[in-house]
Structures are given as structure tokens and as C-alpha cells.
């Protein structure tokens, strides 16, 4: 199959200009919403809500990340032709970097309604003494030290691969993609260690007398999941403006409905193993983390919506060849999975343990809704410049012609 | 052999017609590139046949659609088996461990389940379940892969006559064959080939076998008798170990399971100090349930007295002064009779035989008894007196409380009045 004389078309930069603004706009506005019912309400729920958005967002931009070292780790041909998308939503790793400092203001005031035990008060009251015992561990210097690694990783590793792909787009010097295949694998291992660290560290830590050793694998499956959910969005979107239209083709589809399939599974996976050991051995300091999740209505109903959302409803609809095949299917099905994801980060997030920090006062709060516009919208607007200014193909790659003509048997 | 014309084909014969002589079995055609199979395959599959088959050393894109082969039935297989699995793991653990034996009594002993409680968990819970039904749901998708992928391929196909052809070798190095078998309803020897040789072919050659008698070969049947003689003998020596006997100790063949290292309950041990090997509880502790630490229930005194009156957790009901009588006629009704007169069948075989030291067993229906406090019979029951023996480490305290229950109601119908006799009841009186 011979698709060049329509390449040039193809790969041509999208004129984001208007797009992007909006974005920008709702992102400001909604960011701007956030920080009025902070004043009105209270930095608590303002900060918990910044996190639970916050850990959204980055959590698609790191599994862009690992998609992106993955092709180049197992030398994937068919890929080549979804891969400049990924790397344009990974692009977005520095500007999360400086959107995590926010996050640093409630850790040095020492919110106790946040990071608990970053409050010298909670800790000097707790009465298990676990907070105390933690403190080498659990405490600020050391947190900053871990989040400044991590995201001096993640940032690097963008960079890194984003860069050395654009650069091949003018030269079209194989050995960039020798060398991005020899990185791969330490930047994996770096990559698996920092997003462990981190789940632990920000979202796990939000219950600190609690422990799960599965929560990193836990975060992981969940962030690959809303990444394949937005990269079938993506694509679609992308075509939809006229670009990519051949060098995408229905076999791509399948291939990221096959893996959104795929880590929906392991997510449920992930999250069964969690779930049972904990219930079967039914021991105080580990269901304390369920009890909240399954004490009331509302939180029942989430983890039952999770349940069936998350897995029962995407397994069905994935199941089959023919809604992997359909590009609209597909595209319903990633805007599905991705509100899903948001779901699960607000089913990590939000809950608290009876009688450990502040009560929420509405297990839903306006803040989660604008945030969520506000961080979506600055990364948008970031992901619609960075469009406007590159092609949307990796186009002289050496296996481009391998994607080009990929076809699943 | 070259050349595409029929005469090549040497005479084609139906399949099965004479015995000894070779049989046409099919035709092999070849060609010298994927694209000249591609052209080929949609002829073949226009003209309507449907017993023939590609082959080709690598994958050919686009040979599925040429050869006309509807997207694979495997999936449903998988799927089915899948379900089943699913379904079979579920009722697995119901059966062995939920399902009520009393409700399926036409179902044998040994294969019914056994309601088994682990952790305090419920006896069918999903979440302990899982982890079978995901097992079994994958094994058997799995299979049904498998085995539905060999059925549907015909395999395993131990022997084909087209193998024998040494042109047919170069399928797997770089040449590209149809394979029409005569078995196909459209086959007709004459002109099949004729159609063939249209195909723009490199080569046609006919695939034929040599047909023998059909019999087994002598050897064959020699070494699997022998087989069948060998697999007889590990049951010869089972069944002569089960009537003969040895004087010798049995063998040991894992020692460690038939002399297990381990302490028995009132062994001596050198490590502790008291030289017991199992050890006393912790000063200070009890075991779960071991707490009796309510006088009169459990010892039936109320401030060091005998109770005058039943505790207030045993609920005096038509049902518990029938347990009462159920656990009387059981333990107490042998010597103190059914009536409770004293007059059980021990006590009047002791009386008999005049046995020596044999104290009567007292009539419940004594004044003395129907003056004494339940608590003094409590006490009775729990601990023994003269020559009955205490029955407090058999009869749980509930049943104790019951059975004095009813030893009441033995005394109140020994000692009724008119007034105990329902109204409407009285004129039967004589």
C-alpha cells in the first residue's frame, strides 16, 4: 500500500489558533472559579480538589509518556503513525512540573486536611503513633526531595524523546531512533520507579495510616487506561480536522481499542488483587481505607459505578472486534473511559476515614467541576499550540512505511 | 512433471475404486509468486469448489477474502466455553459450600458439599469466589481455543498423500500452491484439471496414493498386545497386595509423614520449666468463649445461693421445654425414667441384679425436688451428686436450663389440679 502522494496533507500542522485560546480561556476561568470558592469555603476542599485534577491530568500525560518509551522499547512499526500524538500530549510534562508547585503550599502550611501528616499537629496527636514512626519517611524535606526527582525524570524524558523525534523530522537521521531505542529501556525502569514513588507518595500518603504494597501498579493501570481512552479521542479528533487520514487507518483503531481493552482488564486486575486480600484478612488498619469508600450511599454508588464502569461495561463493548473497527464506537468508548478514570482518581482522592482530618462538606464539590476545566483547559491549550507548530507524524521515521501498511491479520 | 495438461494427470480415477492401485486423491497446482495465487484463489473460489486449500512459505495478505473464508465461528466457541467456565466455577463453589444438603436429599452423601465457614466469611461470597471463576473461565476459553482451533482445522491430521510430493516441499522455502481435493462435490476428473490449467499455473501435478488391504501391520498388533499386558500388571499388584499378608512393618516410603515430629497434648518437654510440653495460657487470659462470668446462668446462684428463679437469657417457651425434653429423654431419662419417677430402665436393671452401692435415682417427682430451687437443680445437673455423675461438660448451659424447664412442666402434670385443665377439656375428665 502506497499512500504518499496524500501524505503532505496528512502531516500538516493544524491551524489551532482559536481552539487553543478557548482552551486557554476556560482553563483560566475555571481555575479562577477554583481559587473564589477556596476563599469561600476553604483551602482544604480548594487543595484536595487541586490534587484529585491535578493527578488526572498528569496521570494521561505519563501514560503518554510510557506509550511513547514503549514503542521505542519494543521497536514497534505500526505505532509510528499515533506516536507524535502521544509525544504531544507528553510534551505537556514540564508545564505539569510547574503546575504541581500549588501542591507545595498546603505541604509547608501543613494542612492536616490534605497531607495529614504533614501537620506536626495531626502527627503529635495521633494517637496509633504511626505518624510518628512514619516521619522519616512521610516527612516534608523528604517528600520535596522525591517529587523534585520524579518530575527531574519525567521531564527529562519528554524532553528527551519529544525532541529527538521532532529533530528526525527535518534530518531523517536513523541513528536518533537508534539511540531513543537504547534509552528506552533505563528511562522504563526510571519510569516505573518515579510513578511508584509518586502514587505513594501523593495520592496513598493521603491516608497515612494505610498501606497497600499493589497502589503504584494500582495508579499506573488506571493512568494507561484514560491514556488509550484520550489517544482514541485524539486521533479521532485529529481526523475529524482533516489530518492523519491516511496514514491512520482503521487498523490503528483497533490497535488502541485492543490495548484500551486490554489495561481495562488489568486495571479491574490490579484492583480485584487490592480488594480481596484486603477484605479477606479483614484486618482494621487495611479496611480502613474501604470503610469510608463503602460506609454511605454516595461512595457505595461510586464504587459499585467504578465496578461497572470502569470494567464491566468497557469489557462488553471491547470485547468484540467490530466496536474496536468503528471509529466513532471507539472514540464514544475512550470519551467514556476517560470520565472513568477521573472517577477512579476521585474514588482515590476524595474520601476520608472517619475521625482522620476535616469531614468533606458534599462528597461533591463545585471546586472538583472547575478545577477540572482549569487544569484540562491550560493542558489543552498546550497540547493545541504544540499541534500548530509540528507535524502530526513522525514522517521520516525508517517505520513509517511498516505503519503505513500495517494490517491486523 | 511439467507442463499444465490433463493427460498429465495419469488417469484419474474416483478415490476408493480398486484396491492395491493408486487413487487419485487431488491435484496440486503451483505458481511462482503470491500475487499469481491471489488471481488463482478467486477463480477457484468463483468456480464454486469447496474442498481445496493455498498454501504458501509466508502469511499472504489478502488470501482470506481471495479464497472466500468467512471471518472465523471461534470466537462463539470461545465465548460459550468461556461462559460455561464462568458458570461451572460459581456452581463449583455453591455446591461445596453453600448449597443446603437437607434441601437436595435425592442427591448421594459423597456428593454432596460440606458448608465449611472460613474467617467468618458468609459461605457464598463473591469476592472469595472470583478468583475460581476467572480461573475457570480462562482455562476453559482457553481450551475451547485450542482444541476449537485443531477441530475446525481438521487437526491433528496424522498422514496426507499430498506430503509425499517432492515438488510440494518448496511451499515453505518460495512456491505458491493450490491444492483442489478430489473429494470436492464439483471434482470431476476430466474436467477439473481442464479449468486448472487455465489458472496460468507453473505446474499441475495430480496427488495420488497407493491403497493397501487396509489391515494392521503384524508388528503393530504384536507390540500393542504387549502394551496391553504391560498395563495390566500395576493392577495384578494391587489386587495381590490387597489378599496377601506380611509379617514385616509396612515401608515408609515418606517417613516424615508417618513419624511426624510433633508434641502431643500431656507430653513431657526439657525446654520449659515445668517440663510440659504444651503450655498453660498466659496468666491473666482466656480463651475465646471460655468467659463465665455470670453466676446465674452458669452456675445457677444468685450471691452464693441456689436461684429461685430461671436467668433472664433463657426464654421459657413451647420450644425450649421441648428441647428440655428431647435433651431429658436423652440424658437423664435412663435412670430417672421418662416420667421422671425414677424408675429408667438403668435403675430397674440395677434393681434387679441387686447390684451393691447402687444408689436409687431420685423421683423428680418428690416434694423434696419440687421444692428445691432451680438453681439447686442447675447445680445437680452440672456437677453430679452420689452416684450420678455431672453431666456439666456434655450438656451445654442453655440445654441445662431447658431440661430443667421441662422437669417442671413433669412435676406441674404429676400434680395438676382441675384448674390446670383447659375449660372445654374438663367433661373428659372421669
Given at each position: 500500500m502506497n499512500h504518499a502522494p496524500d501524505m503532505s496533507k496528512d502531516v500538516r500542522p493544524i491551524a489551532t489558533g482559536r481552539a487553543a485560546f478557548c482552551a486557554a480561556v476556560v482553563g483560566a476561568l475555571g481555575l479562577a472559579a477554583g481559587v473564589l470558592f477556596g476563599l469561600r469555603d476553604g483551602w482544604d476542599v480548594f487543595f484536595r480538589s487541586y490534587l484529585l485534577n491535578y493527578t488526572y491530568v498528569l496521570s494521561l500525560a505519563l501514560g503518554a509518556l510510557f506509550f511513547v518509551m514503549l514503542q521505542h522499547l519494543v521497536r514497534a512499526g505500526w505505532s509510528v503513525s499515533l506516536r507524535r500524538l502521544a509525544e504531544l500530549v507528553a510534551g505537556t510534562l514540564p508545564l505539569l512540573a510547574v503546575l504541581f508547585?500549588?501542591?507545595l503550599v498546603p505541604l509547608l502550611a501543613g494542612m492536616?486536611?490534605?497531607?495529614?501528616?504533614?501537620s506536626a499537629e495531626a502527627v503529635a496527636h495521633d494517637a496509633s503513633g504511626l505518624l510518628r514512626h512514619k516521619q522519616p519517611y512521610l516527612n516534608v524535606p523528604f517528600f520535596i526531595v522525591r517529587c523534585v526527582v520524579c518530575f527531574a525524570v519525567w521531564v527529562g524524558l519528554a524532553r528527551y524523546f519529544v525532541r529527538r523525534s521532532v529533530a528526525q523530522d527535518a534530518t531523517g537521521d536513523v541513528q536518533l531512533t537508534v539511540r531513543m531505542q537504547w534509552w528506552s529501556a533505563p528511562g522504563m525502569l526510571l519510569y516505573g520507579l518515579t510513578v511508584t514513588f509518586f502514587a505513594i507518595d501523593?495520592?496513598?500518603?493521603?491516608?497515612?495510616?494505610w498501606y497497600s504494597t499493589i497502589f503504584g501498579v494500582y495508579f499506573f493501570s488506571g493512568s494507561l487506561v484514560g491514556f488509550f481512552a484520550l489517544l482514541a479521542l485524539l486521533v479521532y479528533f485529529v481526523q475529524r480536522a482533516g489530518r492523519l487520514t491516511h496514514a491512520v487507518t482503521v487498523e490503528h483503531y483497533h490497535d488502541v481499542g485492543k490495548l484500551a481493552f486490554g489495561f481495562v482488564v488489568f486495571w479491574a486486575y490490579i484492583a480485584f488483587s487490592q480488594y480481596l486480600l484486603i477484605w479477606y484478612a479483614n484486618l482494621p488498619e487495611e479496611t480502613v481505607w474501604y470503610q469510608p469508600r463503602q460506609g454511605d450511599a454516595w461512595w457505595t454508588g461510586v464504587s459499585l459505578l467504578l465496578l461497572l464502569g470502569h470494567f464491566v461495561a468497557p469489557f462488553a463493548a471491547l470485547l468484540s472486534r467490530w466496536p474496536k473497527r468503528r471509529k466513532g464506537t471507539l472514540a464514544c468508548a475512550g470519551a467514556w473511559l476517560l470520565f472513568m478514570h477521573w472517577l477512579d482518581l476521585y474514588y482515590l482522592v476524595i474520601p476520608r476515614a472517619h475521625g482522620h482530618g476535616h469531614e468533606p462538606a458534599?462528597?461533591?464539590?463545585l471546586t472538583d467541576v472547575a478545577l477540572l476545566a482549569g487544569l484540562a483547559g491550560v493542558c489543552v491549550a498546550a497540547i493545541l499550540r504544540a499541534m500548530a507548530r509540528q507535524?502530526?507524524?513522525?514522517?521520516?521515521?525508517?517505520?513509517l512505511n511498516e505503519a503505513l501498511s500495517f494490517e491486523n491479520i | 512433471m511439467n507442463g499444465a495438461s490433463p493427460a498429465n494427470a495419469g488417469g484419474p480415477q474416483r478415490p476408493?475404486?480398486?484396491?492395491?492401485g493408486p487413487v487419485l486423491r487431488g491435484l496440486l497446482v503451483e505458481f511462482d509468486s503470491p500475487g499469481a495465487l491471489i488471481t488463482a484463489a478467486e477463480r477457484v473460489r468463483d468456480a464454486g469448489y469447496t474442498r481445496w486449500d493455498t498454501h504458501s512459505p509466508f502469511p499472504v495478505h489478502g488470501i482470506d477474502a481471495a479464497m472466500g473464508i468467512?471471518?472465523?465461528r471461534l470466537p462463539w466457541i470461545v465465548l460459550a466455553l468461556g461462559v460455561i467456565g464462568c458458570i461451572t466455577g460459581l456452581a463449583l463453589q455453591w455446591w461445596t459450600n453453600?448449597?443446603?444438603?437437607r434441601h437436595f436429599p435425592w442427591v448421594p452423601v459423597h456428593l454432596q458439599g460440606y458448608t465449611f465457614h472460613v474467617?467468618?466469611?458468609?459461605?457464598?461470597?463473591l469476592p472469595a469466589n472470583i478468583p475460581v471463576i476467572f480461573e475457570m473461565t480462562v482455562l476453559l476459553a482457553a481450551l475451547g481455543a485450542v482444541v476449537g482451533m485443531l477441530a475446525m482445522n481438521n487437526?491433528?491430521?496424522?498422514?496426507?498423500?499430498?506430503?509425499?510430493?517432492?515438488?510440494?516441499?518448496r511451499a515453505t522455502c518460495d512456491r505458491f500452491f493450490v491444492y483442489v481435493d478430489a473429494?470436492?462435490?464439483?471434482?470431476?476428473?476430466?474436467g477439473t484439471p481442464e479449468f486448472l490449467a487455465?489458472?496460468?499455473?507453473?505446474a499441475i501435478e495430480p496427488v495420488e496414493e497407493v491403497v493397501d488391504s487396509g489391515r494392521l501391520p503384524r508388528g503393530l498388533t504384536i507390540a500393542g498386545l504387549f502394551i496391553v499386558c504391560l498395563a495390566l500388571l500395576p493392577p495384578l499388584l494391587a489386587a495381590k497386595a490387597r489378599v496377601s499378608k506380611s509379617e514385616q512393618p509396612r515401608f515408609n516410603i515418606i517417613a516424615d509423614m508417618d513419624n511426624q515430629e510433633r508434641f502431643k497434648a500431656q507430653q513431657a518437654h526439657a525446654l520449659f520449666a515445668d517440663g510440659r510440653a504444651s503450655r498453660p495460657p498466659v496468666a491473666g487470659t482466656l480463651a475465646?468463649?471460655?468467659?463465665?462470668?455470670?453466676p446465674h446462668f452458669y452456675?445457677?446462684?444468685?450471691a452464693g445461693e441456689f436461684a429461685a428463679t430461671f436467668p433472664p437469657q433463657v426464654q421459657i417457651t413451647e420450644g425450649s421445654i421441648r428441647r428440655g425434653q428431647q435433651r431429658f429423654n436423652i440424658y437423664?431419662?435412663?435412670?430417672?425414667g421418662l416420667g421422671g419417677a425414677g424408675d429408667g430402665i438403668v435403675a430397674q436393671r440395677a434393681l434387679n441384679l441387686d447390684t451393691p452401692g447402687w444408689v436409687a435415682p431420685t423421683s423428680l417427682l418428690d416434694p423434696l425436688v419440687v421444692e428445691r430451687p432451680v438453681g439447686h437443680l442447675f447445680n445437680t445437673i452440672t456437677n453430679g451428686i452420689r452416684t450420678m455423675p455431672p453431666y456439666g461438660d456434655q450438656i451445654a448451659e442453655m440445654d441445662r436450663w431447658a431440661i430443667i424447664a421441662y422437669v417442671r412442666t413433669l412435676e406441674r402434670s404429676q400434680n395438676a389440679?382441675?384448674?390446670?385443665?383447659p375449660a372445654e377439656l374438663r367433661s373428659e375428665l372421669r
Open positions: 508547585l500549588p501542591l492536616p486536611g490534605v497531607w495529614e501528616w504533614a501523593a495520592l496513598m500518603s493521603l491516608n497515612p495510616h458534599a462528597p461533591l464539590h507535524a502530526l507524524l513522525p514522517e521520516r521515521d525508517p517505520r | 476408493g475404486t480398486g484396491r492395491g468467512r471471518p472465523t453453600a448449597a443446603d444438603a474467617s467468618g466469611k458468609p459461605l457464598f461470597s487437526l491433528p491430521l496424522h498422514h496426507r498423500p499430498l506430503l509425499a510430493l517432492t515438488r510440494f516441499k473429494a470436492d462435490p464439483r471434482f470431476d476428473p476430466a487455465t489458472l496460468g499455473a507453473a475465646r468463649g471460655d468467659l463465665r462470668g455470670d452456675e445457677g446462684r444468685v437423664c431419662a435412663p435412670c430417672h389440679r382441675l384448674e390446670d385443665v
